[in-house]
């Protein structure tokens, strides 16, 4: 069993920064991609950000050159540095696990931090 706790969210201005943390409890497979999602208000969750331990990346288009990705395999945590906010980047961010099975991907999902920047 994967628990995943969420930190970092808040309130910033346009422009601004924020760093989210994400600490993965419960035995990490390096087969495992770890990654962020968020969810808009009144809009579906959408892919942020994923990583795989060998260091692989994947973003969403609307967040490629402002937001990376980063993951620290010996604590088990995965970070997302996020630069140049944009008022449509509110959501509730959600960290993600992974795994891989014989019957096809389990998914391991945290609370949700909430990200708010205003104009």
């Known amino acids: 069993q994967v628990q995943l706790v969420e930190s970092g969210g808040g309130l910033v201005q346009a422009g601004g920064s924020l760093r989210l943390s994400c600490a993965a409890s419960?035995?990490?497979?390096?087969?495992?991609?770890m990654g962020w999602y968020r969810q808009p208000p009144g809009k579906p969750r959408e892919l942020v950000a994923t990583t795989t331990s060998g260091g692989n990346t994947n973003y969403a288009d609307s967040v490629k050159g402002r937001f990376t990705i980063s993951r620290d395999n010996a604590k088990n945590t995965v970070y997302l540095q996020m630069n140049s906010l944009k008022p449509e980047d509110t959501a509730v961010y959600y960290c993600n696990v992974r795994r891989r099975s014989y019957y096809g991907p389990y998914d391991y999902w945290g609370q949700g931090t909430q990200v708010t920047v205003s104009s």
């Open positions: 419960g035995t990490i497979s390096n087969t495992d991609a």
